[in-house]
């Protein structure tokens, strides 16, 4: 077997390839070394000799990555979880590598539609190849709630189940126990990837408030009936109320949510809030007198600052989505701007961190093309696979004194239109594949080149069992009947 060519993804730093083969295997001697500082803290030197490997590689998530380029030189039948064991030819060669951004993120939606467990190990192992570092994972909803709330249980017993989605008659939910959290995040830190968990807040908050109907503005005769939990898509008019009960219930969500979650960050969500009913309820327009505000942006400001200090206290740091920008941002706020990039020009000048999702870019729900079928939101522009290859992530009209702002991206798969596994598999990837090189490689891409080292990765994503998109379009059992639903949950 000759060795195979090199086609690594993301696209390495730096390859010199020398002459000659190594017959790989599990008794290949492996040598780790120091690390190579100029890289930093995530970079590494791997060296294939003819006596074996050698990682030089100063920290775990150093090891990580120069392991998953390890993996990408050997073919994709070594992926394989039982398959041949070898020995492999692999080329001699140096590679030295290190990411341009340090926050290499997808967001991941299971609150719309649920997730069972095995299927976000199985996502955490794709995300992991693809030296993908941040897991944000969307857990609550106006669909559905998600994640076990030891003080309120009635946020998984009433909220976590829906009765139908958009008219289909078939319930829908479920959720993750806390023992199940704690694995998958102990899973996710094995890789190198940190785990952000988002509870959206004051608005997509209908099943917690068809949970605890005191959440609610009750004042509001649209909201003075019993909610359940949502089932339609868009944007609900459904929001918290701003008493300081609902203040301290949410306070006590988020003692068990950073128990849970070790991670640096917590997202408060803060997007695609209406103010309908904050201006019809006679309490929260006292509320907004009491606290000597003037507008509903200053209420939901507020909101999220109460939370974010209580979330700080614990020595965390929050993240919310750029609406937050329409109030004063809590000190150390990251913003994530997915409405284009207005939002992260603006959070850099105002000398916040910031991480640029623009949906017209890194939507992953998004359709890849227009080809009759297929599978995606049915109202956006389509975002193909070379479209996602071409995104950057600093916006190109930022000031360069703010662009060290720019701390990553975030790919987004929002659910709505992913209802099982196959589906996600077929929305991430590979257009996942071409993102990670945005967020790791150099600032020089040629898609044409990536295209070539591509038709070798989707073998590696075969052998794992990975229903990605074919390159030449959708096939038959991923057509999609007519959807139900198609208006623009994003519109403003």
């Known amino acids: 077997m000759d060795a195979p060519e090199i086609s690594i993804i993301p696209k390495p730093l730096h390859i010199a390839r020398g002459t000659g083969e190594l017959l790989f295997s599990s008794e290949t001697p492996v040598t780790l070394l120091d690390g190579v500082p100029e890289l930093g803290p995530e970079g590494y030197r791997l060296t294939v000799t003819e006596a074996g490997v050698v990682f030089e590689a100063g920290s775990p998530a150093a090891v990580c990555y120069a392991e998953q380029t390890l993996r990408q030189l050997l073919p994709p039948v070594a992926l394989r979880e039982a398959g041949d064991t070898g020995p492999w030819p692999i080329p001699r060669v140096q ?64 909220g976590s189940w829906r009765r139908e989605t958009v008219g289909d008659g078939e319930p829908h939910g ?38 605890y109907p005191e959440l609610g503005n009750q004042d509001v005769p649209s909201a003075a009936e019993p909610r359940e939990v949502w089932t339609l898509f868009g944007i609900a008019t459904t929001v918290l109320n701003v008493e300081d009960s609902t203040i301290e219930f949410y306070k006590n969500v988020m003692d068990e949510i950073c128990d849970l979650f070790p991670g640096e ?46 979330v700080a206290a614990k020595g965390r740091k929050l993240l919310g989505w750029d609406e937050i920008l329409e109030g004063e941002l809590f000190p150390g706020t990251v913003v994530s701007s997915w409405r284009g990039t207005d939002g992260a020009v603006e959070a850099a000048r105002r000398g916040h961190d910031t991480l640029t999702s623009p949906y017209n870019w890194v939507y992953f729900d998004y359709r890849q093309s227009d080809d009759e079928g297929e599978p995606g939101a049915p109202w956006a522009a389509p975002t193909s696979l ?74 590696r994503l075969d052998a794992l069992g990975v229903e990605y998109r074919p390159l030449d379009g959708p096939l038959p059992w991923q057509k999609q009947p007519a959807p139900r639903w198609r208006s623009d949950p994003h519109a403003e």
């Not at 997808?106 to 897991?135: G, T």
């Not at 126990?177 to 694995?183: K, L, V, Y």
């Not at 103010?275 to 019809?280: P, T």
């Open 95 to 158: 590679i030295i590598d290190t990411p341009r951004f340090r926050w290499r993120g997808v967001l991941l939606d299971v609150a719309r539609h649920f997730l069972p467990k095995r299927e976000v190990l199985r996502f955490l192992d794709l995300m992991v190849l693809h030296k993908l570092n941040v897991l944000h994972w969307h857990l609550t909803e106006d669909q559905g709630w998600r994640v076990e709330i030891k003080r309120y249980p009635k946020l998984t017993e009433v």
């Open 174 to 211: 479920g959720f993750y126990t806390q023992d199940d959290i704690r694995e998958i995040v102990a899973y996710a830190a094995e890789r190198n990837i940190t785990v952000v968990p988002e509870i959206d807040v004051p608005g997509h908050s209908t099943a917690a408030i068809a949970a």
């Open 265 to 310: 960050y917590v997202c408060l969500g803060g997007d695609e809030c209406p103010k309908d009913e904050w201006k019809a309820s006679a309490r929260a327009q006292q509320r907004k007198a009491e606290l000597g505000l003037t507008t509903e942006e200053e209420l939901q400001a507020w909101f999220l600052h109460q939370i974010s200090a209580h």
């Open 386 to 459: 070379e479209r996602a290859y071409g995104f950057e992530p600093v916006p190109a009209d930022m000031p360069e004194e703010d662009a060290g702002h720019v701390i990553g991206s975030e790919a987004t798969l929002w659910s709505e239109y992913m209802p099982s596994p196959r589906i996600v598999d077929y929305q991430a990837f590979p257009r996942l594949s071409a993102f990670s090189e945005t967020v790791w490689s150099g600032e020089e891409r040629d898609f044409a080149e990536f295209r070539g080292r591509l038709v070798k990765h989707l073998e």
